[in-house]
């Protein structure tokens, strides 16, 4: 059974923006942490921005902050990517990823830091 589902991938021309959703089916409210990756191909996968609902702080990748805000929704368990101001650059598959109970590293941008993910949506910006 998949915990995360993505949604909103789409291609879109530089200086455009999207939002990114990721429905949990699971309670975020109860969740450690929640985050955002992406993989471009032939590259590795990286965070790309994270949050920790209990303590209310968020990180950001050097390369996106500024134009990416990671948010969620506990009424509806969905957590979302706003991306303003897209770039080539920012071609890749994009992940959400969750983990619940005890902390599992202090780098929020450590894959092995999160229990689940979902399957990916594709992001795709032209020049």
């Known amino acids: 059974t998949q915990l995360l589902e993505e949604s909103g991938g789409d291609l879109v021309q530089t200086g455009e923006s999207l939002r990114l959703s990721c429905k949990v089916f699971?309670?975020?409210?109860?969740?450690?942490?929640m985050a955002w990756f992406r993989q471009a191909p032939g590259k590795e996968r990286e965070g790309v921005a994270a949050?920790?609902?209990?303590?209310?702080?968020?990180f950001y990748s050097t390369s996106v902050r500024g134009r990416f805000t990671i948010s969620q929704d506990n009424s509806r368990n969905t957590l979302y990517l706003d991306m303003n101001s897209l770039q080539p650059e920012d071609t890749a598959l994009y992940y959400c990823?969750?983990?619940?109970?005890?902390?599992?590293?202090?780098?929020?941008?450590?894959?092995?830091?999160?229990?689940?993910w979902g399957q990916g949506t594709q992001v795709t910006v032209s020049s």
């Open positions: 949050t920790y609902p209990a303590r209310g702080s968020s």
């Open positions: 990823a969750a983990t619940w109970g005890p902390n599992r590293g202090p780098i929020w941008s450590e894959p092995r830091k999160y229990q689940y």
């Open positions: 699971a309670d975020t409210s109860k969740s450690t942490c």
